[in-house]
């Protein structure tokens, strides 16, 4: 970026405080906003404008609506047949964007084909599969908008808030005027979203929740820089409460003895767990739908259950694209059998293999983070991300979506590549671990190569390569603060 047309040039923003746009810039801002409206027609097109919307926010505005209408939200499916898997928290935050199920398919006549005029919208039929904006999908239409818009904002909100962090400066302070200073204020929000651009989008495309997860831990972790406690803990149990990932970053304030901040979390989950869902279904009735979730979902998952009834959409390994080290380990081990006729449940000893690395890893980021209170804005970034990482390895079920939510380890990284850019020898764009894990998010999602590196757990290892360039990041600030 020269500072002539993409910078800041002193002819046209210096003196101009606040939050000012050089040509160049502008140019790029309305690129990027012609393409946040392109994908977003493409998104509509893709769920409510088509006959079987292909996305998973069906399942969330579903369970809002038996929420709303005092149904089952562990029974209520969409139109794919799909059950919301969650705590009932994300249900019941969802209740301004509910929207009704499809009416069940009617009958038809040995022989009838399904087609526009016997079929409800929703599912699918024969010929083309575009359907329009009718009255039908009209509802779904506003809530697939309204959750896009909420997304691309919380993608914004995430890169500024860690990066702020990191700069040591408030939301609201505008950029720099300096050309080299605001060159490096737009590549550490810029850049990091570019790494994980392949599981961003992929999350925007499928209407699903874990950018708004993402920003609430970078709203958490912006406070922590801040030194607002009690704040930061209450945001950073939010996304446990909502989909009970990821679990280990609650460890950070215990371990790092910032009782404020562990107070805040102890709140925000007993809110959030308990308070919420016992206020909207009452106590009764609350501790009833923990019961199912319990059953048809948490035990299913970590091999103790019998419950089947999720297994085909979630809980089998080979039921989705499950991306977890215990996936992989599972597909390593039947790698010359289709992925079809894979058996569905992992070998105890596979699961037991898991929790070893777990706990290795954990013990590895213990040694490098050390047993101060205090971290760096970078370290804190940086430990927050391995504490996320460690949740994507132990994880029994973990689609490659989730690795926008390394963004924090990913920003870290990209600041201490550019603090020390001058010790390096040659020009470097990107370190290589970051490369890696750029490269991997996007081969992955290409069909030609990207369902052979998912089967051989690819985007697992390309984690594990990022977290050790994360620990690397904990020993050289412990060593740097020694």
């Not at 562990?74 to 964007?97: E, K, M, N, R």
């Not at 940086?382 to 939510?405: E, F, K, Q, R, T």
Request: net charge positive.
């Amino acid at each position: 970026m020269d500072s002539g047309s993409d910078g800041c040039h002193s002819t046209e923003c210096s003196g101009r405080a606040g939050w000012h746009w050089s040509r160049g810039e502008r140019r790029w801002l309305i690129l990027a906003l012609c393409v946040i409206v392109a994908f977003g027609c493409y998104l509509e097109r893709r769920t409510a404008l088509r006959t079987a919307p292909m996305t998973d926010l069906g399942v969330f505005a579903n369970a809002a609506w038996a929420v709303r209408s005092g149904g089952d939200i562990y029974s209520t499916t969409d139109c794919h047949g799909w059950h919301y898997q969650y705590p009932p928290l994300l249900a019941i935050a969802f209740v301004p964007l509910a929207d009704s199920p499809p009416p069940p398919l009617p009958p038809l006549a040995s022989g009838e084909a399904r087609t526009r005029a016997n079929t409800p919208w929703g599912y699918p039929t024969e010929g083309p599969q575009f359907f329009g904006l009718h009255r039908e999908n009209a509802r779904f239409f506003i809530v697939t908008a309204v959750w896009y818009l909420v997304s691309v904002l919380c993608i914004c909100f995430s890169a500024h808030a860690l990066v702020c962090a990191l700069e040591g400066r408030t939301l609201r302070e505008p950029p720099p005027i300096d050309a080299k200073a605001r060159r490096r204020w737009w590549e550490l929000r810029v850049l990091p979203l570019l790494v994980c651009a392949g599981s961003l989008g992929t999350d925007l495309s499928r209407g699903q929740v874990d950018i708004a997860m993402l920003a609430i831990i970078a709203g958490a972790l912006y406070l922590a820089a801040r030194g607002r406690e009690f704040g930061s803990g209450l945001c950073l149990a939010i996304p446990a409460a909502v989909k009970l990932f990821p679990p280990f970053l609650l460890l950070y304030p215990f371990w790092r003895r910032r009782w404020r901040m562990a107070a805040g979390v102890m709140l925000s989950l007993a809110l959030g767990l308990a308070v919420v869902p016992a206020v909207v279904f009452g106590p009764r009735r609350a501790v009833e739908v923990y019961q199912t979730w319990f059953e048809v979902l948490a035990k299913p998952a970590l091999g103790t259950g019998s419950d089947r009834s999720r297994a085909a959409e979630l809980t089998d390994m080979s039921a989705t694209d499950n991306q977890s080290l215990l996936a992989a380990i599972h597909n390593w081990q039947y790698l010359d059998v289709p992925r079809g006729n894979r058996p569905g449940q992992c070998a105890p000893a596979a699961r037991l293999a898991v929790y070893v690395a777990g706990t290795l890893a954990l013990l590895g980021i213990g040694w490098a983070a050390g047993w101060r209170r205090n971290d760096s804005p970078r370290a804190l970034l940086a430990l927050g991300g391995l504490l996320i990482g460690l949740a994507l390895v132990v994880s029994p079920i973990v689609h490659n979506y989730y690795y926008l939510l390394l963004l924090p380890l990913v920003a870290a990284l990209l600041d201490r590549h550019w603090s020390h850019r001058a010790e390096q020898r040659g020009f470097q764009l990107l370190p290589w671990p970051l490369l890696a894990f750029l490269a991997m998010d996007i081969l992955t999602r290409l069909p030609a190569i990207g369902p052979w590196l998912r089967d051989v757990g690819g985007p697992a290892l390309s984690v594990l390569v990022l977290m050790a360039a994360g620990a690397r990041v904990l020993i050289h600030d412990r060593r740097a603060n020694a």
